[in-house]
Every structure is written in structure tokens, then in C-alpha cells.
């Protein structure tokens, strides 16, 4: 299971976080969505992120996607100051 917060990557190697819900419902208004590989697609789905099979993920390239939980792996050994920079982004998005 994934938590809000948690640093990943893609099969494909982005990196990124992933959101809370709240987090989730301001992305959506302020930037757009990647349209990886592993994500959701399916019009109407991930309203509402389980976080066990849909994960909200904001990415590097300022873009964010609702990804299969199969298509991302828990990364503990991103350096802090990529984690730090990633979340600025998010912030002077919001």
C-alpha cells in the first residue's frame, strides 16, 4: 500500500510522489495530466485513489497521473534535495 508523501518511480523510471486526495483535487486544476504508460484511463475512474490499485502520483516534468500500483516501485533512496525540488514544483504550481 501506498501512502500520501511516499517517493516512487514508474517501470519507466519517472520519479515523483504520491499526493493525498486534497493534493489530488488542486493538481487536477493546475496542471495536466502525463498520460504514462500504467496509469488509469478509463473515463469516470479515480475520483476516489485507493492508494492499493490507483496511486496519485505528481512527477517531475510537472505532470501527474493516477497509476496501477503494479506500475510503480517505493523508492527510499531518492536524494533529499530531488524530493525537496519536486515538491516545489508542486507548490509553485498550487
Not at 500500500?1 to 510522489?17: A, C, L, Y
Not at 489530488?24 to 485507493?50: H, S, T, Y
Not at 533529499?80 to 504550481?93: I, N, Q, T, V
Request: proline share 7%.
Amino acid at each position: 500500500m501506498f501512502e500520501p508523501g511516499d517517493p516512487v518511480s514508474s517501470f519507466t523510471g519517472n520519479i515523483g510522489f504520491v499526493l493525498s486526495e486534497e493534493q489530488l483535487r488542486q493538481v487536477r486544476e493546475m496542471f495536466r495530466e502525463g498520460n504514462r504508460p500504467g496509469r488509469f484511463f478509463a473515463p469516470g475512474c479515480c475520483q476516489n485513489p485507493d492508494y492499493i490499485t490507483q496511486v496519485p502520483v505528481f512527477f517531475e516534468d510537472r505532470t501527474y497521473d493516477v497509476m496501477r500500483a503494479m506500475n510503480l516501485r517505493k523508492r527510499s533512496d531518492l536524494p533529499e534535495e530531488r524530493l525537496r525540488e519536486l515538491k516545489e514544483k508542486l507548490s509553485a504550481g498550487t
